[in-house]
């Protein structure tokens, strides 16, 4: 079985421009979590979906973010403009249930903002 | 709000040293508790669990113990290898949060193993 993978691993933009990160969950998890780690500090939860609905998004932190999952299947992290603050590591991570409350991670996307 | 406080590190040990990374947490409510594992270039993996007071997780020799009333959660291991460098992560999850599992971490252990 596929674990939950995430693209690009790596990406590096100037301030100001866009990106999307994407993150497909591994096949029939209907909850999707985003996470983010900030060099050095804690890896903090931004939002959480329930198959397409956005069950929690109290972690994003402005509106420069936006997250999506049509379908309820792959989700997308767009941040437009980037700033220097958002630099750090993306995480994704897939639950099969409501009550399940092991996460499977993917490997992380690494943005720098330069 | 529900917090994580781990042991910074990094932590050098030598093969077959004894292991304890330190966990405390502030939560309302009874949260889950979990040490989360990142060996280089991969994602986190669960290491272990426990989900009430008093259980006890384990896996790959690795052991933590709920202990609510010192609201810790302590990682340990009796012989460490070297294939257990990596950063270790403690993190609790409250089931109360209206549905939402989100999970609070701490800011990560390294770990390196020495031979």
């Known amino acids: 079985e596929a674990g939950v993978t995430q693209f690009p691993s790596h990406s590096v933009i100037e301030k100001g421009q866009t990106v999307t990160l994407r993150c497909d969950p591994i096949?029939?998890?209907?909850?999707l979590y985003w996470y983010r780690r900030v060099m050095g500090k804690e890896i903090k939860f931004l939002l959480h979906?329930?198959?397409?609905?956005?069950?929690?998004e109290s972690g994003m932190p402005n509106n420069r973010f936006l997250a999506e999952r049509t379908g309820g299947t792959y989700s997308t992290l767009k941040v437009q403009p980037a700033e220097l603050e958002d630099s750090g590591v993306y995480f994704c991570?897939?639950?099969?249930?409501?009550?399940?409350?092991?996460?499977?991670f993917g490997p992380g996307t690494r943005l720098t903002v330069t | 709000g529900n917090s994580v406080t781990q042991m910074e590190g990094p932590v050098t040990l030598s093969e077959e040293a004894f292991l304890t990374i330190n966990c405390t947490y502030t939560?309302?409510?009874?949260?889950?508790l979990f040490w989360y594992v990142q060996y280089p270039g991969e994602g986190l993996q669960l290491l272990l669990k426990a989900t009430k007071a008093d259980d006890k997780g384990s896996n790959k020799g690795f052991e933590a113990t709920y202990r609510k009333e010192t609201t810790s959660f302590h990682l340990e291991k009796g012989s460490v290898q070297v294939s257990d460098s990596a950063v270790y992560f403690c993190a609790l999850s409250d089931g109360d949060q209206g549905g939402s599992e989100k999970l609070v971490f701490g800011k990560g252990t390294k770990l390196t193993v020495n031979p």
């Open positions: 991570a897939s639950s099969p249930g409501i009550q399940s409350y092991e996460q499977y």
């Open positions: 096949s029939g998890h209907d909850n």
């Open positions: 939560a309302t409510g009874y949260p889950s």
């Open positions: 979906f329930v198959k397409e609905s956005k069950q929690d």
